[in-house]
């Protein structure tokens, strides 16, 4: 789960997805920029997910780096500018193979998980919701 500075949307769709699977799969989450390296997810992410019983306080935002393609089967981007910087760091076709975005795989429509940082804590609730939505579509679609 790829997003900007994995502090908002791909720290709640790896708790979110890793809530439903498990531990029979890794999920992980990472951003496309540095700037938040170490830190917790943003506290209304951390809330959202809290109130909906899944506790990602645990997690600390990590930079996506080229070897990750070898860690994992599917590389989600939340959006189509992370998605670009997905497939320019990709060294391989197979890694560009990876690379999907993640509503588009769950809905059939390359629409963006939308950027919460910017808005209200209804904006990381609608967030949350939408990637529910998305998890369950892609668990059936995968059969985790």
């Keep these: 789960m790829v997003c900007l ?7 709640l769709a790896e708790g979110i997805l890793q809530d439903k699977v498990g531990s029979k799969h890794l999920v992980c989450s990472a951003g496309t920029g540095d700037w938040h390296v170490g830190e917790q997810p943003d506290r209304r992410s951390v809330d959202v997910a809290k109130r909906r019983g899944i506790d990602i306080s645990d997690q600390r935002a990590q930079h996506f780096t080229p070897h990750l393609f070898d860690e994992f089967d599917i590389i989600y981007a939340m959006d189509q500018t992370n998605y670009n910087d997905l497939v320019e760091l990709a060294k391989t076709d197979e890694d560009r193979k990876k690379i999907k975005l993640f509503l588009e795989d769950a809905f059939g429509e390359p629409q963006p ?8 804590i209804a904006d990381f609730e609608a967030v949350f919701d ?3 939505d998305a998890t369950d579509q892609l668990i059936t679609k995968y059969t985790f």
């Design 113 to 120: 998980v939308p950027d919460p940082y910017y808005g209200t």
């Design 5 to 11: 500075g994995n502090i908002c949307r791909s720290p």
């Design 130 to 132: 939408l990637i529910d």
